[in-house]
Nanobody, 124 residues
Framework: QVQLVESGGGLVQAGGSLRLSCAAS????????MAWFRQAPDKEREFVAA????????YYADSVKGRFTIFRDNAKNTVYLQMNGLKPEDTAVYYC?????????????????WGQGTQVTVSS
């Protein structure tokens, strides 16, 4: 089992940057596939980015490709989401998620463990 705690959210102007962190408990973090999802007000939660257990494979939603980067540091039990060129439509609560088996996934039902979320607000 793994517990996830996100941090790094906040208020930023359009065009700015933020780096989200997701710290995981447990000694098997390096075995987990990790992902970021987000949920805007009155919208369903959507996939943002995912990374393999080794960090060698990544996958992005089209809406963030070229602007966001997901990476991980297994020695620190942490996965990150570097967000550049932020837009008002990126405003949402961002969630970190983890799954143990299989491969990179983009659907939330595939992820067993979730953090509590961190708010990102982008002003125009």
């Amino acid at each position: 089992q793994v517990q996830l705690v996100e941090s790094g959210g906040g208020l930023v102007q359009a065009g700015g940057s933020l780096r989200l962190s997701c710290a995981a408990s447990g000694r098997t973090f390096s075995k987990y596939f990790m992902a970021w999802f987000r949920q805007a007000p009155d919208k369903e939660r959507e996939f943002v980015a995912a990374i393999s257990w080794s960090g060698g494979s990544t996958y992005y939603a089209d809406s963030v490709k070229g602007r966001f980067t997901i990476f991980r540091d297994n020695a620190k039990n942490t996965v990150y989401l570097q967000m550049n060129g932020l837009k008002p439509e990126d405003t949402a609560v961002y969630y970190c998620a983890a799954k143990l088996f299989g491969s990179i996934a983009t659907t939330e039902v595939m992820y067993k463990y979730w953090g509590q979320g961190t708010q990102v607000t982008v002003s125009s």
